[in-house]
């Protein structure tokens, strides 16, 4: 029997056409906005028309219904169990603050492509925390890429500006390769691209491992270009070289979704082929019953917190600053990504899954606004790029000055934040990992890692806000005009208090979306 | 002797025969007789008129200089129609399998009655998405040998 006669399959297959109406309507949007500025597009008929796109699929999202309570394995290659919903709110939140963010970079004569290639990132963020299947996982993740190729040309024709373009598609045209070969790996050793059928059928050869050694070196092979793979996403050391040359050369707006949306489609895509953030589970195949792939991510979130916050200390550019700044809270969530897929958890009540997702919202929240004031300050004729730009602007800009420092607080990960929740939950769900596997206290041992790093981290963010509060302005007051960034960036610092105030709906939300995959 | 199907995870297929591959030594065999007798037919001088010119001695007669930099500067709109090319191309690349296995004779019903007016659309919603993309490569220019 071939599995295409199988009803239930083509059931699944038909079904799951509805499960991707969102993202097919934000594509359409984006493509409805190439026709038009194959003719004359002005700057604000593109935003509108894209945020219009945005809501218009946020419409479709509440509308259309998500099986809630169905936990059999799907065949199809589109699953929206798990992750997926959650996901899927965070791209679409995400694509509204970037066409806000856009005002600033669309200043050229291409205002309709910028936000028709921003609409086709969201939707292949949405669509990485979806896909069941290494094929369609693997072209999510380039929808997201590809645009990202264009925007970081678009905006900026400097010599700047086209050296970060050709280093990011460079690097991640690599980076997808090596991705590549680590598919092919998992799908050898599988006999299917079915993410579900891949994780059950590495976990059932787990216990095994040391019986055959033919299934798990290569196993581990595989694992290990995943992650390096989705490493460059990520930027997390030693895949990182590529993070601050892009962002310093990179359009404001563009950079602030360099640092967001790939996070957001690595980690979740990490974490899926890992094993967790799907309601169906099929076990863990890299658990800590042994030590390698564990001791890898565990190095790499150790080395790549570190160095990060290490290098953001000698920074004087501020995207660079913020560049090294994203690297090392891609070291925090990957102890997220640690604890959920090696460790499996005693209870429902802290998995690292969902303190990685609330960590992501978060971090999104803070970076992005941060990156909002930067973009709402520069203009044509002000360039913001070191930290003494940013002399006295609670005196000239009292209102972004107070946005960013919100954001730098939630940074640092002060109580009352987004920050000081998402890294409580994280640092919490590794230090509460039973010691008695062969991790021994590994986990206890990053978390202090990881605390003495938000310390350290402090540092440079306390140094912004000296310089934002305590220093004269340079130059007399420059009255500048609200705008939509500025309109991003406060909601953004808004979002982080009340993140930090009240969690919990938005860790309820990060639970459903996380459920606890049962120990094997 | 043909020896037992096995059981893959794409469900049962014919075992590795080697003698099933015989067309492919059977190409290869053409590949090199093709090969010898265009090496022997150049060299007949009946075959074979002899007019040495300068263009018509270098390697490759209506292509490039062989000889000088490599790093000589290309127009743009080569790069340009060489992309549109591809697209095009890929889109038949895509058209051939859909048309061959949608419709194809002995086909699962099951399947093409689930799949058949759905893929159809989904065609349909391609070529669209390409024709945008021409229209927009129209508008902005590309075609416009200047």
Same mark, same amino acid.
């Given at each position: ?16 056409? %509805? ?41 479709? /999202? /509440? ?55 921003? +609409?086709?990132?969201?939707?292949? *963020? ?31 024709? &400097? ?10 598609? +460079? ?64 930027? @997390? ?17 563009? *950079?602030? %979704? ?44 150790? *080395? ?10 000698? %920074? ?51 970076? *992005? ?41 939630? +940074?640092?990960?002060?109580?009352? &934040? ?5 890294? +409580? ?32 981290? @402090? ?62 | ?10 469900? $049962? ?30 060299? $007949? ?14 390697? #490759?007669?209506?292509?490039? !200089? ?8 290309? !127009? ?19 058209? #051939? ?10 086909? !699962? ?17 391609? $070529? ?19």
């Amino acid at each position: 029997m071939t599995p295409l006669s199988n009803q239930a399959f083509v059931d699944h297959l038909t079904a799951s056409v %509805q499960f991707v109406l969102p993202e097919v309507a934000l594509v359409g949007v984006a493509c409805l906005l190439f026709l038009v500025a194959a003719l004359r597009c002005s700057r604000p008929l593109a935003m509108v028309v894209a945020l219009l796109g945005v809501v218009g699929a946020g419409v479709i /999202a /509440a509308l259309v219904p998500e099986p809630v309570g169905r936990f059999e394995p799907s065949l199809a290659p589109i699953d929206p169990t798990g992750a997926a919903s959650f996901v899927r709110w965070l791209a679409l939140v995400a694509a509204a603050v970037y066409v806000l963010l856009g005002w600033a970079d669309t200043r050229t004569d291409t205002p309709a492509e910028y936000h028709a290639c921003l +609409l086709v990132a969201a939707a292949g *963020v949405s669509l990485v925390g979806r896909a069941n299947d290494l094929v369609s996982l693997f072209l999510a993740l380039e929808m997201l890429s590809i645009p990202t190729y264009v925007l970081l040309y678009l905006p900026s024709r &400097t010599r700047a500006g086209q050296e970060s373009a050709m280093k990011y598609f +460079l690097l991640s045209v690599l980076s997808s390769a090596v991705l590549l070969f680590g598919f092919s790996y998992l799908y050898g050793l599988a006999g299917s691209t079915n993410l579900h059928v891949v994780v059950s059928s590495l976990a059932a050869a787990a216990p095994h491992k040391d019986l055959d050694p033919a299934v798990s070196p290569l196993a581990a092979v595989a694992m290990v270009l995943v992650i390096a793979g989705l490493g460059f996403r990520v930027a @997390a050391v030693p895949f990182h070289f590529y993070a601050p040359d892009v962002y310093e050369g990179g359009p404001t707006g563009v *950079v602030a %979704q360099l640092a967001f949306l790939p996070k957001v489609a690595g980690f979740v895509a990490l974490a899926r082929l890992l094993g967790v953030m799907s309601a169906h589970g099929g076990g863990l195949p890299y658990d800590t019953a042994h030590t390698l792939i564990p001791l890898t991510l565990w190095v790499v979130a150790v *080395v790549t917190m570190s160095f990060g916050n290490l290098l953001a200390l000698l %920074q004087d550019n501020l995207k660079r600053l913020f560049a090294y700044s994203g690297i090392a809270h891609g070291g925090y969530m990957l102890i997220g990504v640690l604890v959920a897929c090696t460790a499996p958890p005693a209870s429902a009540d802290q998995s690292g899954s969902d303190a990685l997702l609330f960590y992501l919202l978060a971090y999104g929240l803070m970076t *992005v606004g941060a990156f909002a004031v930067l973009a709402h300050l520069s203009g044509p004729d002000r360039h913001v790029e070191t930290v003494d730009d940013l002399a006295g602007l609670g005196k000239t800009n009292p209102l972004a000055a107070a946005a960013l420092a919100v954001c730098l607080f939630s +940074l640092i990960g002060l109580p009352l &934040t987004a920050g000081f929740v998402g890294k +409580l939950q994280l640092f919490l769900a590794a230090f509460q990992v039973p010691t008695d596997t062969k991790m021994k206290s590994l986990f206890q041992v990053l978390t202090v890692i990881a605390v003495v790093n938000a310390a350290v981290s @402090a540092v440079y963010y306390l140094r912004i806000l000296g310089v934002l509060y305590l220093r004269a302005p340079f130059k007399p007051a420059q009255p500048t005009r609200t705008s939509p960034q500025l309109v991003a960036a406060v909601a953004c610092a808004a979002a982080t208090l009340v993140l930090g105030v009240y969690p919990q709906p938005f860790a309820e939300q990060t639970r459903k979306a996380a459920p606890v995959v049962a120990a094997r | 002797m043909v020896p037992d199907p096995v059981l893959t995870p794409a469900g $049962l297929e014919p075992a590795f025969d080697l003698q099933a591959y015989y067309p492919a030594l059977v190409y290869a065999g053409v590949v090199f007789a093709l090969a010898g007798a265009t090496l022997f037919a150049t060299h $007949l001088p009946i075959l074979k008129p002899w007019k040495p010119t300068r263009v018509k001695t270098m390697p #490759y007669e209506s292509g490039v !200089d062989p000889i000088g930099s490599s790093r000589m500067q290309f !127009d743009v709109k080569f790069y340009l129609i060489a992309i549109l090319f591809l697209v095009f191309d890929v889109e038949l690349l895509f058209l #051939y399998p859909w048309a061959v296995i949608a419709y194809a004779d002995g086909g !699962d019903p099951t399947w093409r009655a689930a799949f058949g007016p759905l893929v159809f659309v989904e065609i349909l919603i391609f $070529l669209a998405t390409l024709g945008i993309a021409y229209v927009y490569a129209w508008r902005k220019g590309v075609f416009q040998w200047r």
